[in-house]
């Protein structure tokens, strides 16, 4: 398994303090032991809620590149199963029988993905992430949801199937890389605004999402100004 470049991106903007090797060697470690599980495996995907990114692995660029086209329409299955954390399976052709999934099987019935797994990941407060297994072929994951959850340590009760056939965690993927760097700048603007006014950081990210709110901006947009004034006023001070 490798990971798409945009995850090699993302994991590139975490924290200084993060090992990168490491956490990379992690995630194709963790990658491939599910492959070993399940050969036909094509894509591994790793989603943080609490960060709101996703890191993806894919077998190969050429085996998977044919989902790139298929888009995540009108909210989807995988959406329910985050939100729920229940049980909800169906195979491919099951699907058919519920008017809300029709319009996933469809698109995906001649594509490369023929069964998915998405297994929660849980804490104390709940569900901290999922990870999400697509496979080639129908059956690829049938009796093998408490090996694949020891791998993660994930919540096997917790598994659904078949809920995301298109492969959408690939394209959220992509924006992993924005992502982290929106939070970075937003934690650095949310400093300099409880600095100015003497507040917490609690009462300064209020303010900064008020502010964005009342402005019609995103916070990350809001917070980039905020950094680029102070930059522009510490070069003013150092000229």
């Known amino acids: ?51 709101g990114v996703t890191f993806t692995l894919v077998a190969t660029a050429d085996e998977i590149a ?11 299955p995988c959406v329910d199963a ?31 993905v023929r069964s998915t797994l998405t297994l929660p990941v849980m804490g104390g407060r709940g569900v901290l992430g999922t990870v ?4 080639a072929s129908r059956n690829a994951f049938a009796g093998l949801r408490e090996d694949l959850a020891e791998v993660f340590g994930a919540w096997a009760s917790g598994a659904v199937a078949n809920a995301d056939l298109s492969f959408t965690t ?7 890389p924005q992502r982290i760097r929106d939070q970075n700048v937003v934690a650095v603007a949310t400093g300099i605004v409880a600095a100015q006014l003497g507040v ?18 995103s916070v990350a947009h809001l917070a980039r100004d905020i950094v680029r004034a102070r930059e522009g006023r510490d070069r003013g001070g150092r000229s």
């Open 1 to 51: 398994m490798e990971p798409i470049p945009e995850t090699i991106e993302a994991v590139n903007e975490l924290d200084p303090l993060v090992d990168v090797e490491s956490l990379m060697a992690e995630l194709v470690g963790l990658g491939n032991r599910a492959k070993r599980i399940v050969p036909d495996l094509v894509g591994v995907s790793i989603a943080r809620l609490d960060h």
């Open 66 to 76: 044919v989902l790139d086209a298929v888009q995540y329409v009108a909210g989807g």
């Open 82 to 112: 985050a939100v729920h954390d229940d049980v909800r399976e169906f195979d491919g052709d099951d699907a058919f029988d519920e008017e809300r999934w029709r319009l996933f099987s469809e698109a995906t019935a001649w594509h490369a």
């Open 132 to 135: 999400n297994l697509y496979a």
């Open 170 to 176: 690939r394209s959220e993927a992509r924006t992993a």
């Open 200 to 217: 917490d950081v609690e009462a300064a990210q209020a303010r900064l999402h008020d502010a964005a709110a009342r402005g019609g901006v």
